[in-house]
């Protein structure tokens, strides 16, 4: 069950590593994260099956900050050990945000008229003006959305069948192949899991 779980860590690793360019790889980071990612998961298994055996997370507050500190632990590894260049959807809502940061507006860009479009650079925007204009924040602003979800997702759960199938099921979201979307600022993954 540890292999299996360090081969996930790897395989996400590997994921990852295919979306970052040429050009900003660097190979002992990488290798750095897939075997980060394994320990983690071996040790969320260890620590999943000797509390399940001895009752450990009989407190929920207990089971909620687990959530929250592996959430959080794992992506901001992540944020800080690869960096991504904004482009394309990133690079517009980055822009947005900056501008609505500033007071500007739009920025004098043409931009779609989708909703979307002005909701979520608007929230960064209000983040950018209290931090600062730069991409690592509205990748923090990211990993809180994650680490929310992933509570909700146990108390969904929890409220469907018990507090093991919500705690399995947040565990399971946290570390599926979404996690590599913790790197960019996609308006509709932050729709689609909050």
Known sequence: MYLLSFNCGIYFG??????VSESSRNKVLVVLFLVTAGVVGCGALWFVKKALNLHI???????VLFIVLMSLITRLVLINIVDITPNSDFELYHTLAQAFSKGEGAGGKYVALFPHTFGYPFILGMVYRVFSPDKYFALLLNILFEAVTGILIYFLGKMISNWKVGFFAAIIWLYGPLMCFTLQLFVQSRYTHC
């Open 14 to 19: 590997f994921r990852l590593s295919t979306i």
């Open 57 to 63: 997370l009989n407190n929920e507050g207990l089971r």
